[in-house]
């Protein structure tokens, strides 16, 4: 199993531009987690999915974040317009019945 | 608001010697808890977890303790290695509510 695949592992840009993160959970997962991580803030959740429906957005800071989650395999979170704000690790993290989630190993964004 | 949290920001422990990482949390109602360890540059790793229907559970070199009563968990390590340093955070969930609420991570440093 290849785990929770992220890219890409690391994004510059510049801001005002469109960034787009992309994840593949874990095959079987039902469940599937969007996590943004800096120093000031640690590790907050932005958004979760069951079944490819999102639950909770009460995280998503701003409404210049979406997230969609088209099928089983496949999840995007966008920022459009980035800020520098908007600079930190961004995770994906997979579970089934939600336990036990499992991370990817995260987009690094620098938006300048 | 309820949160999770911990006590002390860094430990350092002589390699060979058992570890001893604490957790307090304050939301009563959770019933399921987990341990992450954080290497640099990498996303959160699963380490272990408990439900509250226990109160002790056993890995490798691994254990979890969780006191309900006055809502504290801790994650022992049984003869540190260097390369269990890193950052571990404790997590914990609420019963249908399958969305994680993690501590702000206490930095291990394993002394050769």
């Known amino acids: 199993d290849a785990g929770v695949i992220q890219s890409p592992r690391h994004e510059v840009t510049e801001m005002g531009q469109e960034v787009t993160l992309r994840c593949k959970p874990i095959s079987g997962h039902d469940y599937l987690f969007w996590y943004r991580q800096t120093m000031m803030r640690g590790l907050e959740l932005l958004i979760y999915?069951?079944?490819?429906?999102?639950?909770?957005d009460s995280g998503m800071p701003e409404d210049r974040f979406s997230a969609k989650m088209p099928n089983a395999s496949f999840s995007t979170l966008k920022i459009q317009p980035s800020e520098p704000r908007d600079s930190a690790v961004y995770f994906c993290?997979?579970?089934?019945?939600?336990?036990?989630?499992?991370f990817g190993q995260g987009t690094r964004l620098t938006v300048v | 608001g309820e949160s999770v949290g911990l006590h002390l920001p860094t430990l350092s422990v002589q390699e060979g010697d058992n570890s001893i990482i604490n957790c307090a949390y304050s939301?009563?109602?959770?019933?399921?808890f987990i341990w992450y360890k954080q290497e640099s540059g990498k996303g959160p790793q699963f380490i272990i977890d408990i439900r509250s229907n226990m109160d002790k559970r056993q890995g490798q070199r691994v254990t979890v303790l969780l006191n309900k009563t006055v809502k504290h968990l801790s994650l022992q390590i049984a003869a540190t290695q260097p390369g269990d340093s890193a950052v571990y955070f404790c997590a914990e969930k609420t019963g249908a509510n399958s969305k994680l609420t993690f501590g702000k991570g206490i930095t291990l440093s394993v002394r050769p």
């Open positions: 993290a997979s579970s089934l019945a939600g336990l036990r989630d499992f």
């Open positions: 939301n009563s109602a959770s019933d399921y």
């Open positions: 999915f069951n079944n490819n429906v999102p639950i909770d």
